[in-house]
């Protein structure tokens, strides 16, 4: 026999994602020790980790809001086009943000963007481990 569906932690989700705020302040705090150790003087590592930490929050914020925007039993049908939607959209807007920072952002350190966006996709995840 099967088990009918869990109720849908809408709020707590949104609570949570609005958390990862502070981990993004965390990775950027740690650019800036991490670029004062390390003699950065420009201060690169500690601005590639804030823009790559801040795109992967914005297309999670994306995401959240578009992905349990509906909620309900009766409306399974609109909640599984509202999760695609949601990842189309988080992936098209996070591609265009890396792009953007690369093609118009300089000097910057690619490999501390893409370590502050791993970062906080990481954070992201444990966040939703731990909800469970």
Known sequence: MSRPAQRNKKSAIYKAQ?????????VMIFGLVLSYVMADADRLIAKGLSIGALIAFI????????????VGAKHSRQIMLNTYLGFAIKWAVTLVLFAFVFLKIQPISAASVIVGYIILILS???????MK
């Open 18 to 26: 609005m958390r990862q705020i502070w981990a993004v302040l965390g």
């Open 59 to 70: 297309g999670q914020s994306i995401f959240t809001r578009i992905a349990y925007h509906t």
């Open 124 to 130: 992201q995840n444990l966040a939703l481990i731990k």
